[in-house]
Each structure stands twice: as structure tokens, then as C-alpha cells.
């Protein structure tokens, strides 16, 4: 179907990154997940991501 939009794989997004910020600053590999976790307010809840997905806050 012409003009329709999919969703890009995590290499494809890799791949458009090569070369546009210092290679030091690219992540290591992507996750992507169908949706994200959100408050009554809209905000991000970064404690369930924590939780489900095993990484701990820094800082």
C-alpha cells in the first residue's frame, strides 16, 4: 500500500544513527516495546520500566 507508515526495527534505527552523533553516544542495542508505562498525569512511570526490564537508577 503506497504512502502507508510501519514501524522501523531496531537495526534500521541503529543503522540511521551511524554517523550522526559521536559513536560513544549511540546506545548499545534498543529495546522497543508496544507501549510505556504512564500516570494519571501523562507522565512517564519509570518504576515499572525499572522493574520489568532490570535496570537500576544511577546517580
Known sequence: MPGAIR???AGELLA????LPARC???R???LVPELPRGATG???KGPLRYRY??????
Open 16 to 19: 540511521h544513527l551511524q554517523g
Open 54 to 59: 532490570g535496570s537500576t537508577p544511577t546517580g
Open 7 to 9: 514501524e522501523p526495527s
Open 25 to 27: 553516544k549511540l546506545p
Open 29 to 31: 542495542s534498543l529495546l
Open 43 to 45: 507522565k512517564l512511570l
